[in-house]
């Protein structure tokens, strides 16, 4: 399936190196970012195949990549991919890390700890090595990293594979933190099963033929997701349209996965002493009333119609869901987040995705309402935000755009952090 954005992002002028680009979901980012303009680099360990992907792109874009054919088992090959690209270009904008290996040996195979040294090698140690080398070149051109993990990271799948990813998500936030006051975003994809993505990591020669079937099978929207699909979201994150996002963790596993779109957004607030407050269940009332009883009632409302029309829904939550902020609250936007997920899972079958945006500090009429100045409240978003900027409402406009385009057609039950890297803030 192609792109439905288009010729959207413009990447003209830019570089981009993407990892493990021979096959996959690697050569799609690969090709998506040379027909958006992009000068890429592409690797990969099979030669043929690399020179096979060089060419489709140079057919499609016009852009001949640079092809450097190599395996992140010889630790001296991050080094050449920067110091290439580098001399090739000059200058770096996107560092894609999708190489990566699986295995699905437990703590009884034989072979255990080479697998462990050798997936840990591929997964984890790579990706860090490339990111501390490519951020002096990220700085000057304010780029962004994508680290192409997976739903593995987040439920019990295989030991190694499992925790590597985890490992990789936790690379992700902490490279955030430490790189968003140079400029930098990092964020991570985490993909549920794709079609040619799993069985080429186990191993497997060739696609067994009822690969798309078993993939339909496990997820909610009965669709075995492609290539495609995470190239459209890589594009998304890497453009300007993300420019709010960074340290986040986006899910896009089609599983835990006339009126088209619902979006819930209404909302209230209260900065309440917790239970202190001499009105603490009036609020509570009062609050979970407009946060989480009327999303649900509108939910259960609109099924009907979204179903004729596989639409989707958009619940408009907070990073006070995560991270502990009001009682009340922070536990009204918990719940929400939760009927996300499960609405997600309820209505998966009728072809309704259902995912969530949680903004962090935004710029809107809230602190105009507390008295404060426009200066003022830009002195207090700056404060809790990595990223040298102000988001104001057309961030969380631009994703959630994306999110109801067939752009995302592979993302439900996702829980979106658009925080300018806020929960990401050094505590100190």
Known sequence: MASTVGKKYDFTGKVALITGSSSGI??????????????????????????????????????????????????????????????????????????????????????????????????????????????????????????????????????????????????????????????????????????????????????????????????????????????????????DDARNITGSIIVSDTEYGQLNFLVNCAGVATLDKGHESDNLMAEFDRIFAINVRAAVQLIQLAVPYLEKTKGNIINISSIASLVPFSLLYSSSKAAVDMITKTSAQELGPKGIRVNSINPGPIMTQIYHSLGMKPEEAEGLIRKYVLLDMVAYPIEIANLASFLVSDDARNITGSIIVSDTGSMCKPLV
């Not at 690797?43 to 395996?71: C, F, M, Y």
């Not at 700085?139 to 997976?150: A, P």
């Open 26 to 239: 690697g050569a799609a980012i690969a090709l998506q970012f040379a027909e958006y303009g992009a000068r890429v680099t592409i690797t990969g360990r099979d030669s043929e195949t690399l020179k096979a992907v060089g060419k489709e792109i140079e057919d499609k874009s016009g852009h001949r990549p640079l092809q450097i054919h190599g395996d992140f088992i010889d630790q001296s090959f991050a080094n050449e991919l920067i110091e290439k690209t580098i001399t090739e270009y000059g200058q770096l904008d996107f560092l894609v890390n999708n190489a990566g290996i699986g295995t699905i040996g437990g703590l009884e195979s034989e072979n255990f700890m080479a697998e462990f040294d050798k997936v840990f090698a591929i997964n984890v140690r790579a990706p860090v090595h490339l990111i501390k080398l490519a951020a002096p070149h990220l700085e000057k051109t304010k780029g962004n990293i994508i680290n192409i993990s997976s739903i593995a990271s987040l439920v019990p799948y295989s030991l190694i594979y499992g925790s590597s990813k985890a490992a990789l998500d936790m690379v992700t936030k902490t490279s955030a933190k430490e790189l968003g006051p140079k400029g930098i975003r990092v964020n991570s994809i985490n993909p549920g099963p794709v079609v040619t993505a799993i069985y080429r990591s186990l191993g497997i020669a060739t696609k067994p033929l009822y690969m798309e079937e078993e993939i339909k099978k496990r997820t909610l929207l009965n669709m075995a997701a492609e290539p495609i699909e995470i190239a459209n979201l890589a594009s998304f994150i890497a453009s």
